[in-house]
């Protein structure tokens, strides 16, 4: 099974590394996934259908026997019980949604560290297992990645990136895409903007020395994406992609059955 010290010595290392996005609270699911060969799970607790109970359980199921993957957790917001409860659970990582400055980089750097290099209180409750528990060996087990996905944020990018203590940015694409005038999510207009950011968003990262992921819809985009010098990617989602194969087999069934 990879370790939290393996992932993020990876990650801080700029290797290449890909995971696969989860939205749906099924540890069963997260099992069967770990086991596949990605290097991490995310759990989206911001947007996907997670209690913390189940967040808890598919963490559980992430780190069974067999598995390639730690889990990382997208928390609700740039909170430290937000944050605290998710590397308290077990998370090796933490992304950090809507993170317009370096000062909000900064905030999400402290909520992660223990005093005195943070704010973080005691408690790691699961994560004592196998992350830690003394402090300064969670440091250096866990890693915080704050999303670029606003105008702010994107004008601030390289002030963001050079935040001591920050392991890597992560591109939220529709957000992203909205937030420099796209009129939906996958507005094409505004495609050439959209890939100067995301050349901006890689650059910076890369002059700071730290990671630089992105958000894909399918393995093709991550693939590309990672050619393009990000370092890691997330392949998404559970329940986008079990409704496209569902409709695959059921296309299929229908078609077969008028032969």
């Not at 993020?8 to 069967?32: F, H, K, M, N």
């Amino acid at each position: 099974m990879t370790t939290a010290a393996h992932f993020t010595a990876a990650l801080r290392d700029r290797q290449r590394l890909i995971g696969y996005w989860s939205l749906l609270d099924s540890p069963v699911a997260a099992e069967r996934l770990a086991r596949l060969g990605y290097d991490y799970l995310a759990f989206d607790a911001q947007h996907g259908l997670f209690g913390y109970q189940g967040l808890l359980h598919n963490l559980i199921a992430t780190d069974t026997r067999g598995s390639t993957a730690v889990g990382m957790v997208r928390v609700e917001a740039n909170d430290p019980t937000y944050i605290g409860r998710a590397l308290d659970a077990g998370a090796a990582a933490v992304i950090v949604p809507l993170v317009d400055t370096a000062q909000d980089a900064a905030d999400a750097v402290a909520a992660v560290r223990y005093p005195p290099h943070g704010r973080r209180s005691y408690g790691p409750m699961r994560a004592q297992l196998r992350i830690g528990p003394n402090p300064a060996d969670t440091h250096e087990q866990t890693a915080v990645l704050a999303m670029i996905e606003t105008a702010d944020g994107l004008a601030n990018v390289e002030e963001i990136c050079a935040t001591p203590g920050l392991d890597g940015i992560y591109v939220g694409p529709s957000d992203l895409r909205l937030a420099i005038g796209g009129k939906t999510s996958t507005d094409p207009d505004v495609a050439d903007d959209f890939e100067r950011a995301l050349t901006r968003i890689r650059e910076a990262a890369e002059a700071a020395g730290i990671a630089a992921g992105i958000h894909n819809g399918d393995g093709a985009s991550a693939a590309r994406r990672l050619a393009e010098g990000f370092t890691f990617a997330s392949v998404a989602a559970d329940v986008v992609h079990l409704q496209q194969v569902a409709t695959a087999h059921l296309d299929a069934a229908r078609e077969g059955g008028r032969s």
